[in-house]
């Protein structure tokens, strides 16, 4: 609970942040992939007004096609190392998720002696990460942490949708 607390703060702390700024990043929209050692899935980000921006994640875990997650993100960006190629970001959301009961965090939680089959989970997520944008082709390289907590179906806070790499295409 104290982890949902801290990361209900943050979000609001960070949306309260004026919004006049302009976006640190050299885009407004992204398209492009998400992976890591055991997802791959597609992630779209756009900024609304400023450093805000809002992303949608959809992805699967590469051995079990049949789960499905899909996540909305808010996140507040700021520039780092001194370069506008270079930017931080931090933010929260929510998800909701569509398993195979065999699929690998459940496995390792709970055998809960229910019948084989898919169940459905919903939960809020964190995010903190850092991106490259390249300033002579629409690239967009990123790397983030993205804990999460589950209210239905698997409870835990790491699993395989903990973290990832994406590498989108930027539109001006």
Do not use: C
């Amino acid at each position: 609970m104290k982890r949902a607390a801290f990361l209900l703060g943050l979000f609001a702390l960070l949306t309260l942040q004026a919004s006049a700024q302009r976006s640190p990043a050299n885009y407004e929209t992204a398209l492009g992939a998400r992976t890591n050692p055991w997802i791959i899935g597609f992630t779209i980000k756009h900024f609304i007004k400023g450093p805000h921006a809002i992303e949608g994640l959809a992805f699967t875990n590469y051995d079990k096609r049949a789960n499905a997650t899909f996540t909305g993100l808010y996140e507040y960006h700021w520039n780092v190392f001194g370069q506008r190629e270079w930017v931080m970001y931090a933010g929260g959301g929510a998800h909701v998720g569509f398993y195979d009961k065999r699929d690998f965090d459940r496995d390792r939680w709970a055998d809960d002696g229910f019948d084989d089959g898919t169940y459905f989970t919903a939960g809020m997520d964190g995010i903190i990460g850092v991106e490259y944008t390249f300033r002579n082709i629409p690239l967009n390289l990123s790397a983030d942490l993205k804990p999460y907590v589950n209210f239905t179906g698997g409870h835990n806070f790491f699993g395989e949708q903990i973290g990832g790499f994406s590498v989108r295409y930027t539109f001006k």
